[in-house]
C-alpha cells in the first residue's frame, strides 16, 4: 500500500521545484507576524542569494532552501528591494536615488542610522 506523500511548490529564480517538506513554518521572521495566530495570509520564501543555477536546483531541489528566509508579502517586498540594492553597483543605485525627490535619501539616512543603532 503507498501513502500519497504532500509535496511543497517552491519558487527559485524564474522556475518552480517540488519539494517533500514544507518549507514554511507560517511565521514571518522580520516582523514576527504568523499565519497560525490569523495576522497574515501566507507567507513567501525570500532568497536573499541565487547561490545556484537553475539546472543545479532542478537536480536537488533542497539546494533551493539555502539562503532563504520565510516573510509575509509586505516584509517580503522590502527584502527583494534590498536584494536588488545589494545587487547593483554603488554608483548606478546612487544615480537612480538623484533621480527621486529628496524624502527618498532622507529614508536611506533614516534607515542607515537604525541598521547601525541596532
Known amino acids: 500500500m503507498s501513502e500519497d506523500v504532500r509535496m511543497y511548490r517552491l519558487k527559485y529564480r524564474k522556475t518552480y521545484v517540488m519539494l517533500d517538506v514544507n518549507p514554511r513554518k507560517g511565521i514571518c521572521v522580520a516582523c ?6 490569523g ?12 547561490k545556484y543555477m537553475t539546472k543545479t536546483v532542478k537536480k536537488d ?4 532552501l539555502e539562503n532563504t528566509l520565510e516573510l509575509c508579502y509586505r516584509c517580503h517586498q522590502i527584502a527583494d528591494a534590498l536584494r536588488v540594492l545589494n545587487d547593483n553597483k554603488d554608483k548606478q543605485i546612487v544615480k537612480v536615488l538623484l533621480i527621486h525627490p529628496p524624502s527618498f535619501s532622507v529614508k536611506i539616512r533614516v534607515v542607515q542610522a537604525l541598521y547601525i543603532e541596532s
Open 32 to 37: 514576527g507576524k504568523s499565519v497560525h495566530k
Open 39 to 50: 495576522e497574515i495570509k501566507i507567507t513567501n520564501i525570500h532568497h536573499y542569494k541565487y
Open 61 to 64: 531541489p533542497l539546494l533551493a
